[in-house]
């Protein structure tokens, strides 16, 4: 069996160096640039308003949908903020270097106008089922939207996203999590992978179950909670290492553009797997083009299309630039990029290292431990939402049951598969799913701009 795991790595990992991270370089950039100029950087110019918009300013009772502007936010942050920003932050800093955190942000920019575009799109396309429940996302506005330009290849890229965001949900949303929760939880308290994982499989099939308002509801109570103790230990050890904030930007800046040379216990990284490991740990991060949150913003109440892409356009905003920028900087103050420990090792060491100096470094492994677990958790949670909408497209309601049961027995594989196997599994089916949407997007250029033209430029954006 191992044998037989190492082969597979072997062969996911062929792809992923030579076909999928070169594709998402030439599409996912490009692509999140184009429509920032496009639309005159609408994601910036209107920041205030989608602010404005998730505090419930235009609310109204009627307006059709399953959950609020604020829900929809927290169920798309919540299957966004997890492993990625603890355990993908500190893998892209050990395979690339200080400066894939550059690119990082540059992937987060852009995301946040590739998330304008495509959670619009999800709204102008959803579709209201018999029950008024709400289904939407990229397979929808593929099938729907490009039915005109493609004809009946239109329903066949719907099919192929939406298996592969059933894959997906099986990696990125679900194997990566169990596996860095069962890391912790190991390396902390020495609990066994094999216990974890059946008690977090159990836990998932028991929530997954309620539908995306109960999502919704633990979400919207765990996404806030999860964030103020890790925020705030996070920020405490960039305070008491203030003296090298400066040093730390100029070693991300510096090395964004010329790779990392050899140091410590860093084997070093040439610029090409710099750019590419923080291209790729920011889309994990963000899922920004990747057609994931077009499927929790679709339930939105709102009558506007745009209204709800400009509050999914915070999302990259307040992930990547700023919750993974709180990682990176803690990792790289402290030194504990250069220790040669990766995944969740390295920020249990920045952490220890940080709270050192006033004699608090025992309690780093407990709060890394909570965030993760809390991170993670509500990922998953959120994620089965997303891969049963995809196989209810696929086979109907009679498919969404027996998906969670394939989605519990897969929180397991995850927690006790190898790290590698498992991080090797999540980018390449990222790549099944944001290749095809990206080209949906850039195919539906029209449709979203006749939206911002309908929207700002008339009083809708008002009312």
């Given at each position: 069996m191992t044998d037989f795991l190492d082969q597979l790595n072997h062969v996911i990992t062929l792809y992923n160096d030579y076909v999928g991270g070169y594709l998402l370089l030439a599409l996912l950039l490009p692509t999140g640039i184009f429509f920032a100029f496009k639309l005159r950087f609408l994601h910036i110019r209107?920041?205030?308003?989608?602010?404005?918009?998730?505090?419930?300013?235009?609310?109204?009772?009627?307006?059709?949908?399953?959950?609020?502007?604020?829900?929809?936010?927290?169920?798309a942050l919540s299957a966004t903020v997890g492993t990625g920003n603890i355990v993908g932050v500190a893998l892209a800093i050990y395979l690339g270097g200080p400066g894939a955190i550059f690119w990082m942000w540059i992937t987060g920019f852009f995301g946040m106008m590739l998330k304008l575009v495509e959670c619009t799109l999800a709204?102008?396309?959803?579709?209201?089922?018999?029950?008024?429940?709400?289904?939407g996302g990229p397979m929808y506005y593929m099938e729907y939207g490009l039915k005109d330009k493609l004809g009946k290849h239109a329903k066949t890229l719907a099919v192929?996203?939406?298996?592969?965001?059933?894959?997906?949900?099986?990696?990125?949303?679900?194997?990566?999590?169990?596996?860095?929760?069962?890391?912790?939880?190991?390396?902390?308290?020495?609990?066994?992978?094999?216990?974890?994982?059946?008690?977090?499989?159990?836990?998932?099939?028991?929530?997954?179950v309620g539908g995306l308002k109960r999502i919704a509801e633990v979400t919207s109570r765990l996404v806030p909670f999860m964030a103020v103790?890790?925020?705030?230990?996070?920020?405490l050890v960039i305070i008491l290492n203030f003296d090298k904030i400066g040093s730390s930007f100029y070693l991300i800046f510096h090395d964004a553009f010329t790779g990392t040379a050899a140091t410590g216990g860093f084997v070093g990284s040439a610029f090409i797997l710099t750019l590419t490991m923080g291209v790729r740990r920011g889309l994990f991060s963000n899922e920004a083009g990747q057609g994931s949150a077009p499927m929790a913003h679709a339930a939105a109440k709102t009558p506007y299309p745009l209204r709800e892409g400009m509050v999914a356009s915070?999302?990259?905003?307040?992930?990547?630039?700023?919750?993974?920028?709180?990682?990176?900087?803690v990792i790289i103050m402290t030194g504990a990029w250069e220790s040669g420990v990766a995944g969740v090792g390295m920020t249990v060491i920045a952490f220890e290292a940080g709270l050192a100096k006033i004699n608090l470094g025992y309690l780093a492994p407990h709060i890394i431990a909570m965030g993760l677990l809390l991170f993670a958790f509500s990922t998953i949670i959120s994620w089965s939402y997303y891969g049963s909408r995809a196989a209810n497209y696929l086979f109907g309601e009679k498919a969404i049951?027996?998906?969670?049961?394939?989605?519990?027995?897969?929180?397991?594989?995850?927690?006790?598969?190898?790290l590698d196997l498992v991080w090797s599994f999540v980018d390449m089916v990222i790549t099944f799913m944001t290749i095809p949407n990206l080209i949906a997007i850039l195919l539906l250029t029209p449709v979203i701009q006749k939206e911002v033209r309908d929207y700002f430029g008339t009083d809708q954006w008002k009312s």
């Open positions: 209107k920041f205030r308003h989608a602010l404005s918009v998730v505090a419930g300013k235009y609310s109204k009772k009627g307006d059709e949908g399953d959950i609020n502007h604020f829900k929809a936010l927290t169920t709204l102008k396309y959803r579709k209201f089922n018999s029950d008024g429940t709400v289904s192929i996203f939406a298996a592969a965001a059933v894959l997906c949900s099986l990696g990125t949303g679900n194997m990566a999590q169990s596996n860095s929760m069962t890391d912790v939880l190991y390396t902390s308290y020495g609990t066994p992978h094999i216990w974890t994982g059946l008690i977090i499989a159990a836990l998932v099939l028991l929530i997954v103790v890790y925020f705030l230990a996070a920020i915070l999302e990259p905003f307040i992930d990547t630039i700023f919750i993974c920028t709180l990682t990176a900087m049951k027996p998906y969670y049961y394939l989605y519990a027995l897969f929180v397991f594989f995850g927690a006790i598969w190898g």
